[in-house]
């Protein structure tokens, strides 16, 4: 009997993904905190999970329903959003608020790990039950 993957880990194998691509952006986000002009991004985590789970997304294109190709990993176009500012133009054209994204990455590091520990346990499960223990 095969493993339905999809079935066994539901949103989570989705979730973990993009939890890490928006890491990279909250990251960008921070790096550029000093950047004139920079504009603050973040994800539509809800619709960026929605495409993911549909396989409309360039990093987890899907060719069959169960199967994934190796992509370059990005965000469908619409997932990536500007983020509107909640402090007035200091001038420099630049929307990033390094308190907000620290406190951001802190939240998606968090949300991360709880999801992979998650994961974790559900092939710790898996095994378990494949060696019939």
Known sequence: MAINFDKALGIQQYTLALRSQRAEILANNMANADTPGYKAQ???????LENAMSGKEFGLRRTDKRHFNG??????HGDVKYRVPNQPDTGDGNTVDAQKEMQK?????????TTLLYLSNKFKGITKALKGE
């Open 42 to 48: 973040d994800i539509d985590f809800k619709r960026a």
């Open 71 to 76: 992509g370059s990993g990005s965000l469908a």
């Open 105 to 113: 990455y802190a939240q998606n590091a968090i949300d991360y790990q």
